[in-house]
């Protein structure tokens, strides 16, 4: 009678643990990564944002790894305090220069490869 018991136990906890794990693949918002990363220097009257894309052909070799690569020519709409301060391309250090006067400019948003990106 005894093992029977311990037998349904063992039963129960295996069934719930299989069960109780499951994959969803249905999420309710679907993200995807930012084509570029952004470096952004605060100098007190102007902001500067560069913008690089990841070169990742060299991550399983230890001596080259994965190397940021500028991005130029890049359309960059500004924003601070919810308000568009217009739209910049980036040089050919895949920079661009936002001075300002009054709030900070702390959203940054565009196009790249087909893939829309916002950073805050």
């Not at 299989?18 to 969803?24: I, R, T």
């Not at 102007?46 to 890049?74: C, Q, R, W």
């Amino acid at each position: 009678m005894k093992t029977i018991f311990r037998s349904t136990i063992i039963l129960a906890i295996v069934a719930a643990a299989a069960f109780a794990c499951s994959e969803e693949s249905d999420l309710a918002i679907k993200r995807v990564v930012a084509p570029v990363v952004m470096e952004k220097d605060n100098s007190g009257t102007e902001v500067t944002a560069t913008f690089f894309e990841l070169d990742k052909s060299g991550l399983m070799d230890h001596t080259v790894g994965i190397d940021s690569i500028p991005v130029p020519n890049l359309a960059i709409e500004v924003f601070a305090g919810g308000t568009s301060k217009g739209v910049f391309t980036t040089d050919a250090d895949g920079s661009i220069v936002v001075a300002y006067t009054g709030a900070v400019p702390n959203e940054f948003a565009g196009t790249y490869k087909g893939i829309a990106f916002r950073f805050k």
